[in-house]
């Protein structure tokens, strides 16, 4: 079993930034792809980012490319997304999670999900 648990998120202005953590423990961290998610209000759960077990491979939704960055310290076992350039269309609830598997891309591909931190940027 793997527990995480998110932090950083918050009301910010467009244009500004915010840096999400999400810290896990339990079961082997090291090993897994971590990714994640965002849903705002009336909509589906979508993919936002990923990175590999090693951090050799990164993935990104076409909306946050250049703008938002996915790190993880394994040593920690933390994952990180630095968001930047905000707008409000960024508005949602951000959901980190883990796979059991060293990558994955959606949201089926993940076992473990954290409780979620709303992020709100306004206009």
């Known amino acids: 079993q793997v527990q995480l648990v998110e932090s950083g998120g918050g009301l910010v202005q467009a244009g500004g930034s915010l840096r999400l953590s999400c810290a896990a423990s339990?079961?082997?961290?090291?090993?897994?792809?971590m990714g994640w998610f965002r849903q705002a209000p009336g909509k589906e759960r979508k993919f936002v980012a990923a990175?590999?077990?090693?951090?050799?491979?990164?993935d990104y939704a076409d909306s946050v490319k250049g703008r938002f960055t996915i790190s993880r310290d394994n040593a920690k076992k933390t994952v990180y997304l630095q968001m930047n350039s905000l707008k409000p269309e960024d508005t949602a609830v951000y959901y980190c999670?883990?796979?059991?598997?060293?990558?994955?891309?959606?949201?089926?591909?993940?076992?473990?999900w954290g409780q979620g931190t709303q992020v709100t940027v306004s206009s």
């Open positions: 999670a883990s796979s059991r598997a060293s990558w994955a891309v959606t949201a089926k591909g993940y076992d473990y």
């Open positions: 339990g079961r082997t961290f090291s090993w897994s792809a």
């Open positions: 990175m590999s077990w090693s951090g050799g491979t990164t």
